[in-house]
């Protein structure tokens, strides 16, 4: 059998799944119908949670790079400032990415593409999936080439990273449940001057419709977002910018120098009924669509593939039973129907319709987001910093005692060191890694123990685990070791 993954899909997901699977040593093979990659910006954010993956690849610091880096988020109702969220308040310090990183998809895919052509790997444009079956084996594809001719591809796995018209998913007979918001959404790339284009993000409460300025890149640039949910959304009729230019104009004093692009398009909620048949996954768009609000598509998708290709590498190379691959569709569908009932619930708050709701939510909202503890919740939830797979079948806890630490199944959390390095930059990117944190002053017999489980999976797992000890001061100790001096990751494990 090949060991190859055929790769359905070049967007921001396909290309990930490309890039992480290649750099683990499989080979892959990604294909797109479409004639070059996409040269307008649609998706923006970039959340912690994926720089923190990004950052096991060595990507995170070129993304940081190249983007615009958001430090908070304003509140702004009846043409007046009411409050300020800052991003920084991500788990109090426990990510090294402690913001919103604005990176439009277009510069972000050709990012993607320049580092799979160092690996080898080119996207097949103008090519298109149009069947395939899977056995025992493994998969057999038929696609058409740019040329018009059909080719037969045998594969490992296939992932359909193809968007929310998925062929694999259509192919596979897997149901996308959900509906249309009715709202239209419109998006524009501006040059502008004003109170909003101080680097940080802004969202106007002032009325039922969502209004929100993103900062991009280079001076004097934004993106305006927004929805038309009066009789205009009815009835689909053309929109233009000085349609609905009018209350960012008015209510955040934007003076608009120069519209680049404007576009308006509807917006889908949907999750499919399973992530995977068979030796077929879905990812991204294929898997789950919904609002805009809180910038989570993109980053979902991204999410979606490091879930799967750590398990897609043991499972082609053989290091792994295959079994592993469960897992996936058990957390992925429940990491996406949680995705989509967060954008649910920022979408409804937004767009209120009730004039007397909207009173309460702009009185409660500002108010609410001086306290702490609601800064951090939502940037937590927005940043994608409170997943956890608890449920997972391939999780388990050994031994039942109270820690205030996070649970198996849990995001694992980052700290500084008494070196000024963090743990997250100790870790071993795509690989695994145990942690053994000993006592504050730990006995021979504690450290022996150690010891046996570092030899242990140094000699059954060379390339697949590193074993880091984690002690509170300077010890005996042959292999890879941590000087906890401060306790700071003790504490939070």
Known sequence: MTGEVLIVGAGPTG?????????????????????????????LAVQARTMELYGQRG??????RRGHRTPGVNLWVRGRKTARVPLSDI????????????????EHERLLIERLAALGVAVERRTELLAFDDDAEGVTARIRRPDGEEESVRAAYVAGCDGAHSTVRETLGIGFPGGAYRQRFYVADVDAEGPPMDGELHIDLDEADFLAVFPMSGSGRARVIGTVSDERADRGEALTFDDVSGRAIENMKLVVRRVNWFSTYRVHHRVAARFRSGRAFLLGDAAHIHSPAGG?????????????????ALAVQGKASATVL?????????????????????????NLRNPISQKIRNRILPFLAQFDIFQQRLARQVANASLNYRNSPIVSQHGRWYSPGPDPGDRALDATLADGSRLFDRLPGTKHAVMLFTAERPSAENLRGFSNTARYMREGYPEDV??????????????EHIVDLSGSLHHRY
């Open 296 to 312: 989570q598509g993109m980053n979902a998708g991204i999410q979606d593939v490091h879930n799967l290709a750590w398990k897609l």
């Open 91 to 106: 788990g109090e310090g426990m990510t090294p990415f402690p913001f919103l990183l604005i990176f439009p998809q277009d």
């Open 59 to 64: 990507l995170a610091e070129e993304i940081a």
């Open 15 to 43: 290309l990930v799944l490309a890039l992480w699977l290649a750099g683990q040593g499989v080979r892959v093979r990604v294909i797109d119908r479409t004639a070059e990659p996409g040269t307008t910006s649609r998706a």
């Open 466 to 479: 590193r074993t880091i000890l984690i002690s509170r001061g300077e010890v005996e100790w042959d292999g």
């Open 326 to 350: 469960e897992s996936y569709g058990i957390e992925r569908e429940s990491a996406g129907r949680a995705v989509l009932a967060l954008t649910e619930q920022l979408s409804a708050v937004a």
